[in-house]
């Protein structure tokens, strides 16, 4: 039984949720350029309100993609991948079904969809 299947469809509806925002991308982004975890720059790198930034690192964080470490005074940011994998299953095993399917029941022809 592979990755996938041990994750409920919920389960990865929650994680690509998570993700779905522009600027939880971008933290995401900022957070794998650095070598390191890191904390207030954040807000100032993003440029949003620290409110704003806040909610979209809680909503990060709830889905165990970004763990928080309090290191005083302030709170320390670290990506946590392998939360991302079975999302990454899931995209790997559509991108491989669409390379290796030649039989597709329906085709694009002048903006329109025909079904064979």
């Known amino acids: 039984m592979n990755k996938l299947n041990s994750v409920s469809n919920d389960q990865l509806a929650?994680?690509?949720?998570?993700?779905?925002?522009?600027?939880?991308?971008?933290?995401?982004?900022?957070?794998?350029?650095?070598p390191s975890c890191i904390g207030g720059e954040i807000t100032s790198e993003v440029g949003l309100a620290?409110?704003?930034?806040?909610?979209?690192?809680?909503?990060?964080?709830t889905a165990e993609i970004v763990t928080g470490e309090i290191e005083h005074p302030?709170?320390?940011?670290?990506l946590n991948p392998e939360q991302l994998l079975p999302l990454l299953d899931l995209l790997q095993q559509i991108a491989s079904s669409q390379v290796t399917n030649d039989e597709t029941c329906c085709v694009s022809a002048n903006d329109t969809l025909m079904c064979k």
């Open 14 to 34: 929650a994680i690509a949720k998570a993700i779905a925002h522009p600027a939880r991308i971008q933290i995401i982004r900022l957070l794998l350029s650095k």
């Open 50 to 61: 620290q409110s704003t930034v806040s909610e979209h690192l809680r909503i990060l964080k």
């Open 74 to 78: 302030r709170v320390c940011y670290s």
